[in-house]
C-alpha cells in the first residue's frame, strides 16, 4: 500500500483530479506495478480517459496525454467510478495535500488516514 500528497496550489477540480491520477501512475511504475486497477469518484474524467473523448482544454489534454502514456506502459490497467463515499481515502490525502510543503509518500497509512482503510477492509457500508 502506498499513499501521496502534496500541494498544487489554485487548480480546478479537473485538474486536481488529474494531477493525482497522474501521479498515482508514476508512482506504480516506479514501485514496479505493471497490472493496476485505479478507482475515481470524477466519473466524467474516467469517461474522458476511458473512451479517448475530446476536452477544450490545452492543459488537460496535456495531462490526459501523459496519463494515457504511462498506462500504455502498464501490463494492464482498468479504470472505473467509485462513489465518493468509497474513495475517502484518496480524499483526505487530497486534504492533506493542501497543507504540505512538499510532496509525501507514505508507505503505511497514516493516522489520519488509517481509520478510514480499516473500515474499507471491513466493507463498512455508507448509505447514499
Request: glycine share 8%.
Amino acid at each position: 500500500m502506498l499513499g501521496y500528497a502534496e500541494s498544487i496550489g489554485q487548480k480546478t477540480s479537473t485538474v486536481a483530479e488529474l494531477t493525482a491520477l497522474h501521479r498515482g501512475l508514476e508512482l506504480a511504475l516506479e514501485n514496479g506495478w505493471r497490472d493496476v486497477w485505479l478507482e475515481g469518484d470524477a466519473m466524467t474524467l474516467i469517461d474522458i480517459i476511458v473512451h479517448r473523448r475530446p476536452v477544450r482544454s490545452e492543459e488537460v489534454q496535456r495531462i490526459i496525454g501523459d496519463i494515457n502514456l504511462i498506462i500504455s506502459e502498464l501490463g494492464s490497467c482498468n479504470l472505473t467510478h467509485i462513489y465518493r463515499e468509497g474513495n475517502r481515502a484518496a480524499d483526505r490525502f487530497a486534504k492533506m495535500g493542501h497543507k504540505l510543503r512538499e510532496p509525501r509518500i507514505w508507505r503505511n497509512p497514516p493516522k489520519e488516514v488509517l481509520p478510514i482503510v480499516i473500515e474499507d477492509a471491513k466493507c463498512k457500508s455508507f448509505q447514499r
